[in-house]
């Protein structure tokens, strides 16, 4: 068995063995407060560019149990726009699981690992990642991307080899090119 194959069956099995090898604990004091920053857009193919200015308030409604996450907008071209959600910790779910509701229906599940909230979903046919991630005290970086699901910009098969060389099978692999992407570095401004 080659080295890189006894790595991953290690690091697999040490995953398994304990179910929270990479969740960690969520503590909300780290993350109230009042946040602002300069929000980087880029869409289409050649990537144009957009700049916004963002706040962010990171409130506890419930302790322990649910928080508010309003991020505001604020374009000269666009005027202002508000997002309003909660994020939940469903009673009895495990440490890294927690939920993000928009408050209109829609229901997004959310890990939390690595001190950063991640999520991955799909929507009328474009997948979305987002990332909110603690990445010091008094700093959370926002990130969000997304692509067209039903678009693969490159598809590749790959052999999978043995110790000895022989074929065990093939793997695909497709990808997909983000189409557009959202940044935010937010600097805390008030507790």
């Avoid at 993350?31 to 289409?44: A, N, R």
């Avoid at 990642?129 to 008094?138: G, M, P, T, V």
């Avoid at 990808?175 to 992407?181: D, L, R, T, V």
């Amino acid at each position: 068995m080659n080295s890189s194959r006894l790595i991953f069956i290690f690091l697999s099995v040490l995953c398994i063995g304990n179910k929270y090898a990479l969740a960690q604990e969520f503590t909300p004091e780290n993350w109230i407060g009042k946040y602002s920053g300069t929000m980087f857009l880029s869409s289409g193919t050649e990537g144009e560019q957009q700049e916004i200015e963002v706040s962010f308030d990171f409130k506890e409604i419930v302790k322990d149990s649910s928080w508010t996450y309003i991020m505001t907008y604020k374009s000269e071209e666009l005027g202002e726009l508000t997002k309003n959600y909660v994020i939940c910790k469903p009673f009895g779910s495990p440490i890294h699981y927690f939920v993000l509701d928009e408050l209109d229906g829609t229901k997004i599940d959310l890990s939390y690992r690595n001190e950063a909230f991640v999520s991955f979903f799909e929507v009328d046919g474009m997948f979305h990642a987002s990332s909110l991630a603690k990445i010091s005290k008094n700093t959370i970086r926002f990130e969000l991307y997304g692509s067209f699901s039903s678009q693969p910009t490159n598809v590749t098969n790959a052999e999978l080899l043995d110790d000895l060389g022989n074929n065990t099978g093939t793997v695909t692999v497709a990808s997909f090119n983000p189409i557009y992407c959202q940044t935010v570095t937010l600097k805390r401004n008030r507790k």
